[in-house]
C-alpha cells in the first residue's frame, strides 16, 4: 500500500501567488517525521520543511508552511509569493519513529510546479 | 553549495556489468543512506549505513551492496546490471548527533544500462 500519495503530477502557479502541494500519508506508527523536499532539475533533493508528529503548531521555514492535519493524515506544503525559482519537483516524504536506527525516508510521486510569469 | 559530493556525475554501462557509484559525505557524517530515483517516480530506500556497517534495506536483491569507510565516504556496486537499473542514484548523510531532518543529499549520479 502507499505511504504517501501525491495526487497533483503537475501544478502551475502564477509568479508571486501562492500554491498548496497536496500530500497524504499512511502509518500506524504514533511517532513519525513528515518531511518536504525540492528537487530541481539538477537532481540534488533539497530539504524544504519538517514536521514531526507530536508538534502541536504547524511548522514554518520562510516561505514554506506545512499545513497538517493528523486526523486526516495529511501534510501540505504552502508556499507563498511563488518565485520563478520555486520551479521544480516536490516531493512529500515520512520517515516512520523518531529513533534514527536504520529508518529511512518514504517518499511520494512528487509533484512538478511550474511557475509562470 | 551540497556537502555530499557523488561520482560521477553520469555513466554509461552495459547489461550484465558491474558498477561502483561513491558518496563523498561532510566530515562527522557517520551515516549515510543510498536511494534509487527511476524517471518520474520519487526516491527508493536501498540501504543505510551507520559507522561502516548495514543497519537498513529495503526491498533491493543482493546484488546491491555498499560499503562505507572511515574517511565518511562510501559506495554502492551493483552488479550483473539490468535494463531497469538505469536511475538516479542519491545518496544522502548525516551527522550522528543530527537531527532526525538532519540528511543532506548530493546531486546524485545517473545511471543509463544499455
Known amino acids: 500500500a502507499q505511504k504517501i500519495t501525491q495526487t497533483q503530477p503537475g501544478m502551475f502557479v502564477q509568479e508571486k501567488e501562492a500554491v498548496t502541494l497536496d500530500c497524504t500519508y499512511d502509518t500506524s506508527d504514533p511517532s513519525y517525521g513528515l518531511f518536504w523536499y525540492k528537487q530541481p532539475s539538477s537532481g540534488e533533493m533539497i530539504f524544504l520543511i519538517y514536521?514531526?508528529?507530536?508538534?502541536?503548531q504547524n511548522a514554518t521555514e520562510g516561505r514554506y508552511s506545512l499545513n497538517f492535519q493528523k486526523a486526516r493524515k495529511s501534510a501540505n506544503l504552502v508556499i507563498s509569493a511563488s518565485q520563478l525559482g520555486d520551479s521544480a519537483m516536490y516531493f512529500c516524504a515520512m520517515r516512520e519513529g523518531l529513533q534514527n536506527y536504520g529508518q529511512n525516508f518514504v517518499f511520494g510521486p512528487g509533484t512538478r510546479l511550474s511557475v509562470l510569469p | 553549495e551540497t556537502g555530499v559530493t557523488q561520482s560521477p556525475t553520469h555513466l554509461i554501462k552495459t547489461r550484465g556489468q558491474q558498477v561502483t557509484l561513491r558518496c563523498s559525505s561532510q566530515s562527522g557524517h557517520n551515516t549515510v543512506s543510498w536511494y534509487q530515483q527511476a524517471l518520474g517516480q520519487g526516491p527508493q530506500f536501498i540501504f543505510q549505513?551507520?559507522?561502516?556497517?548495514?543497519?537498513g534495506r529495503g526491498n533491493f536483491p543482493p546484488r546491491f551492496s555498499g560499503l562505507q569507510f572511515p574517511n565518511y565516504s562510501s559506495e554502492l556496486n551493483v552488479n550483473a546490471l539490468e535494463l531497469d537499473d538505469s536511475a538516479l542514484y542519491l545518496c544522502a548523510s548525516k551527522p550522528q548527533d543530527g537531527y532526525n531532518y538532519g540528511y543532506t543529499f548530493g546531486s546524485g549520479t545517473r545511471l543509463t544500462v544499455v
Open positions: 514536521q514531526g508528529s507530536y508538534d502541536q
Open positions: 549505513y551507520y559507522r561502516e556497517e548495514e543497519n
